[in-house]
């Protein structure tokens, strides 16, 4: 068991991308030709440990892939990120989780996502990880393992107060309203802020009356994603919900924009804790802007060396 200290600690999930392109989608029963095909590294929490690595963070991964080529290779992946990998288990009862993906020449596409050794990570593994994790700066969850995992390791943090971020993503309608009171940071996108407040947000105007309805639950912050519009930032220690603008680009591929974002958020928090949250925002929204500029997941995000000092 190690207890070196990590700063940023992901517990989440690994998936790998198997992605094909296609003139159209294949019909049931039917096999068609594609044109391109190649494996990208995916899964929100992977996605958003790797992206706090890529500015400096010192992370580890706590995750489980299968006793398979795609969980080696995935450890690999994690390696060449500078993720520790002393967390991430391998499993034989499951294979590493996957989607398997069919893009057409219209840009629409059919997934198949198999979660799983994803679902396998338990209370057992966290346990595991207690030395180091009681010395983090930051714990990151989501909820594409299982939620019961991610509320353990989210109530873990807190217990130790380490600083916690939770993605409610993908949303889940039943979310257990325990989720709300041990999230410091709780950060969504617009689509997951209207499953769960059952308002629409389709406005900044929106997004803040949902922001509100959101810290009302629970939460120490919250933070609603805005796509080109940047973020909403509302805090409970604050006044009112702040919009944090972002200059608009033109997107080649947002996969992956609100992982980048809260990969940085993470690594302001843990290595900028004093600055206020509204700026980790701003900055935040500058990373995952350049990540859209670029096309995949993982290999649209920035490096460190990629941005401007002034984001450091
Ligand atoms: N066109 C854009 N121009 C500038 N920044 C962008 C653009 N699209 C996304 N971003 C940045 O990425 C962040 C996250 O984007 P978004 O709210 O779309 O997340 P998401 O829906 O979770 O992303 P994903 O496409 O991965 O599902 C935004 O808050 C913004 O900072
Ligand atoms: C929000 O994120 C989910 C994944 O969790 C994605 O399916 C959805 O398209 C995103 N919504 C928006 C508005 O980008």
Redesign the pocket.
Known sequence: MTEEAFDVLVVGSCMTDLVSQAPRLPKAGETIHGHKFFIGFGG?GANQCVQAARLGAKTAMVCKVGKDFFGDSYIQNFKDNGVHTDFVGQTSEAATGAASIIVNDAGENAIVIVAGANMLLNNEDLQKTLPSLIHAKVLVCQLEISPKTSLQALQMARESKVKTVFNP???IPDLDPEFYRVSDVFCC????AELLTGFSVASVEEAHRAAQELLRRGCGSVIITL?PQGCVVLEAQGSASKHIPTTAVTAVD?TGA?DSFIGALAFYMAYHPTIPLEEMARRANKVSGVSVQAVGTQTSFPFKKDLPPELF
């Open positions: 929100k993503a993908p949303a996108n617009e689509s997951e796509g947002t609100g």
